[in-house]
């Protein structure tokens, strides 16, 4: 059971410009970028970045997740986490990368864990 990397989740109106002005910033290329149409989204990281595009109504329900964990394992999180008091809200379901669960954890934090099928 690890975390192979944190991303901090940001919520913009144009995946574009946004991926262009944290690329500059990290001085990196997009790793990732793939369009999420079962929930209206648009997604994207470049290094430690997780960029959300979409119309402000798609994007409600995931605004309140604070970060995203890869992980390498969904299933022994899920036993972890319940163990530990944490509440499942979403998932585990399968998304364009992998599978997800979105989950709130005994101290209120909202955070998104992702394994990737590739």
Known sequence: MKVLQTLVRIYVDNLDSALAFYGNL??????????????????????Q???LAGSEENLK??????ATLIVDSLDEFKKFLELNGAKIIRGPKIV???????????????????????
């Open 26 to 47: 990290l001085d990196v290329k997009c790793d990732l970028r793939f369009s999420y149409s079962e929930v209206g989204l648009e997604l994207a990281s470049v290094g």
């Open 49 to 51: 970045f997780l960029l």
């Open 96 to 118: 364009p990368t992998g599978s997800n669960m979105t989950v709130a954890h005994s101290d209120g934090s909202i955070i998104e864990y992702v394994q990737h099928n590739y």
């Open 61 to 66: 329900l995931f605004r309140e997740t604070q």
